[in-house]
Each structure stands twice: as C-alpha cells, then as structure tokens.
Nanobody, 119 residues
Framework: QVQLVESGGGLVQPGGSLRLSCVAS????????MGWYRQAPGKQRDLVAT???????IYADSVKGRFTISRDNAKNTVYLQMNGLKPEDTAVYYC?????????????WGQGTQITVSS
C-alpha cells in the first residue's frame, strides 16, 4: 500500500512557475513508475508526465519544454517543476504510483492539489 500526498499547488499568474511535490509513504517508490496527471473541471483526467523506475520520462505534448518531472528515491518523493504556466494549465494535479507484477497491477493516487493560473 502506498499513500501519496501532493503539495505545492496554488494561484499563480500566467508565465509563472510552481513546483509540486508528492511524498510517498507505506512503501518505497523505487519500485514504482511515478506520474503526474491533471483534471480540469468537466474534463477527464489526463497524463501530464511520467517517470519510470529508471528515470525515463514521458510528457504530454502540451507541457513539453515547460514542465519537468523528477524523482528522489532516497526522499521517496516525486516532483513536477512547472514553468511558463498558462491559464489552460489550471486543474487539479494528481500524483500516481504504478507497478505491474506477477501478482497484478498496483495503482495508487494522491488526493490532488489545485493549480490555478490566472491574472
């Protein structure tokens, strides 16, 4: 079982920056692929970025070049550095931990943190 707690959200002006943190407990994240997803009002939850156990990364086209995902296994924490924020980045951002084993798929979510980009 993995518990995920996000922090770092808030209100920011267009062009600004924020860094989200996701602290895990209950299990080491080193065996998990980690990711950030977001959900805007009335829309589905979409992938923002993922980072594999080996630190390979994948980004949504809409955030490439602006967002950076990273992980610190020693701190059991995943980060999302967001630069050049746009109003369309406004959403609730969720941290995800996922792994697939012979026993099945394990998929955990945090409670989410709100990001609002507005002047």
């Amino acid at each position: 079982q993995v518990q995920l707690v996000e922090s770092g959200g808030g209100l920011v002006q267009p062009g600004g920056s924020l860094r989200l943190s996701c602290v895990a407990s209950g299990s080491r994240i080193s065996t998990y692929g980690m990711g950030w997803y977001r959900q805007a009002p009335g829309k589905q939850r979409d992938l923002v970025a993922t980072i594999s156990r080996g630190s390979s990364t994948i980004y949504a086209d809409s955030v490439k070049g602006r967002f950076t995902i990273s992980r610190d296994n020693a701190k059991n924490t995943v980060y999302l550095q967001m630069n050049g924020l746009k109003p369309e980045d406004t959403a609730v951002y969720y941290c995800n931990a996922r792994k697939v084993t012979e026993a099945g798929e394990y998929n955990y979510w945090g409670q989410g943190t709100q990001i609002t980009v507005s002047s």
